[in-house]
Nanobody, 125 residues
Framework: VQLQASGGGLVQPGDSLRLSCIASRHTFGRFVMGWFRQAPGNEREFVAAIMWSGGSTRIADSVKGRFTISRDKAKNTAYLQMNNLKPEDTAVYYC???????????????????WGQGTLVTVSS
């Protein structure tokens, strides 16, 4: 599976952005697509993930209420809608995917074998 992330950019605090991640294909059996982010000097952290078949989602507490994840099955694309962005959201955002991930593991980076190239989001006034 190849993943192509896009949609990052420079925005001001309070603005919105929508990231997209296109998968070359998806597999059956608990296929999951997720978003992680990594700020300079920090470890990669979970942001959000969605189960392809049923649409169940998990959202990190740090972004809950501001970020949502969705998917368009016909386009093999997952979206991360980010509202009310804050400077602390500045990071490189990576999409990830794999099959066979159970709900309790959706927040674990090691559960994903496929990663996109990352897209930079900078929130600054």
């Amino acid at each position: 599976v190849q993943l192509q992330a896009s949609g990052g950019g420079l925005v001001q605090p309070g603005d919105s952005l929508r990231l997209s991640c296109i998968a070359s294909r998806h597999t059956f059996g608990r296929f999951v697509m997720g978003w992680f982010r990594q700020a300079p000097g920090n470890e990669r952290e979970f942001v959000a993930a969605i189960m392809w078949s049923g649409g169940s989602t998990r959202i990190a507490d740090s972004v809950k209420g501001r970020f949502t994840i969705s998917r368009d099955k016909a386009k093999n694309t997952a979206y991360l809608q980010m509202n009310n962005l804050k400077p602390e959201d500045t990071a490189v955002y990576y999409c990830a995917a794999d099959s066979g991930i159970i709900y309790s593991s959706m927040e674990t980076a090691n559960a994903y074998d496929y990663w996109g190239q990352g897209t930079l989001v900078t929130v600054s006034s």
